[in-house]
């Protein structure tokens, strides 16, 4: 049932954190995997590692916010491996700054990557899906797109939100054509993207302590979910955001 042998997966942002370890589990549950990332050397790393778990594996430069990009890397992907079975729109970025002062120029930046990107990966990548009457996509979505933060990520936490809202909307319209669009949303995980802020003790003891389960999460704590949503064990499941957070949102 979580077996995806002859599965193709697609992942944005697979280049490093979060998406690496979805393209490792997805390889290792059976799946060949194509890394889709703006950073060329480290989607290329990543494909290498795939490639020892003896899956095909193809790294992509690309960036989400171009629609261009993005259509070619779909295009890519057909033409190599004949379909897309399963989408993880894992790539995000985050900005700190209090709302306030928060300037336009990245909060667009944010949007651009977080929201935008999701949603011309999922046009894209969909077309190819629908004409397949097949398909999963998996949207990374944040446990701040259900609650706000002390933490000044305003930008970060409306895209995470409209995210939770793309995923039910796509799976609404696209049920039709065998497509199930669901999503994680993780609480805070260890990653390049966090590291920074979790090496100052008082942020990093905030969290443990706000966190029912006692301590900062760890990429592997989301790839049973990941797993699930783009096997067979969820195909009646669509719309849906799986909270992965050690309990912070049970509070
Ligand atoms: P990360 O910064 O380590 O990795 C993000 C990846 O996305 C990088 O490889 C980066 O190159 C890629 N990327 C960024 N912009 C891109 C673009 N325009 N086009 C293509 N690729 C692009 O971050 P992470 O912690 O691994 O986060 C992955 C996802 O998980 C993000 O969507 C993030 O918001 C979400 N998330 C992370 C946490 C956490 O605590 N780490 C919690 C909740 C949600």
Redesign the pocket.
Known sequence: MFNLSGRVAVV??????????FGLALARAGADVVI????AK??ANTAQEIQKEARSSLAIQ?????ED?VQKMAHQVKDRFGKIDILV??????VISPAEDFPEDQWNRVV???LT?VFLCAKAVGRIMIGQKRGKIIN?????GFVGSLHNAIA?NST?AGVINLTRSLAAEWGKHGITVNA???????????RPRLENKDYHDLWVTRTPLGRI?Q?EDLLGGMIYLASDASNWVTGHTIVIDGGYTAL
């Not at 729109?89 to 985050?94: E, M």
Request: charged share 20%; hydrophobic share 35%.
């Open positions: 944005t942002g697979g280049g490093r954190g979060l998406g690496k370890a889709a990332d703006m950073l480290e989607a690309v960036d989400v916010t171009r990009d729109n894992n790539a995000g970025i985050n651009d990557v977080n990107g990374i979505s944040s446990i701040h970060y995470k994680i949303a993780p609480g805070i995980i260890l990653t390049e993207l966090t999460g990429p």
